[in-house]
């Protein structure tokens, strides 16, 4: 596995260029809104199932091919309780998801019992290790894989209905 810290805008743009269209990406962002710091994003996860970034947005201002991968219909995007990281992204930048695929929205879907990121790594990956930046991406992806499969199945048989 290929696992990257992206300080500056050509390390970014080199990293950005050579994913090209994976089939999955997952997302995983880091701000702090606490009392003295402004709200926003302080640093972002990127992992495909072979290669991991994490990305400072304070010295990689042009996020723009980070937008494109979002928005791309033919990658999935993975996300654990994609509710804030997708405001801020919207927020801050501009971006949305095309095509995307929640965690925590899965395993609610599914009745799991626990529902955060370190109860599905347990259950799902028999390992409930402390949460780590570059990590967690990992951790998405791996969880995504097995929610995934159980979702389709549930899909399948009805238990959710989606409309665009």
């Known amino acids: 596995m290929s696992d990257a810290y992206l300080q500056g805008q050509a390390d970014f743009d080199r990293f950005a260029a050579s994913l090209a269209a994976p089939p999955l990406l997952a997302v995983d962002t880091e701000a702090a809104s606490f009392h003295r710091y402004r709200d926003r994003i302080y640093l972002i996860q990127l992992s495909t199932r072979d290669r991991t970034a994490v990305v400072d947005p304070l010295g990689v201002t042009d996020l723009s091919a980070l937008g494109k991968l979002?928005?791309?219909?033919?990658?999935?995007?993975?996300f654990h309780d994609a509710d804030y990281d997708?405001?801020?992204?919207?927020?801050d930048y501009g971006?949305?998801?095309s095509r995307l695929f929640d965690t925590r929205v899965a395993a609610q879907l599914l009745n799991e019992?626990?529902?955060?990121l370190a109860a599905l790594l347990e259950k799902y990956l028999g390992s409930r290790k402390a949460r780590?930046?570059?990590?967690?991406?990992?951790?998405i992806v791996s969880v995504a894989a097995?929610?995934?499969?159980?979702?389709l199945k549930a899909l399948s048989l009805g238990w959710a209905d989606f409309e665009d």
């Open 70 to 78: 979002l928005s791309n219909a033919e990658i999935e995007i993975l």
């Open 86 to 91: 997708l405001r801020i992204l919207d927020r």
């Open 95 to 97: 971006f949305h998801a």
């Open 113 to 116: 019992p626990g529902i955060g």
């Open 132 to 139: 780590a930046a570059i990590v967690d991406v990992l951790r």
């Open 146 to 151: 097995v929610d995934g499969e159980t979702l």
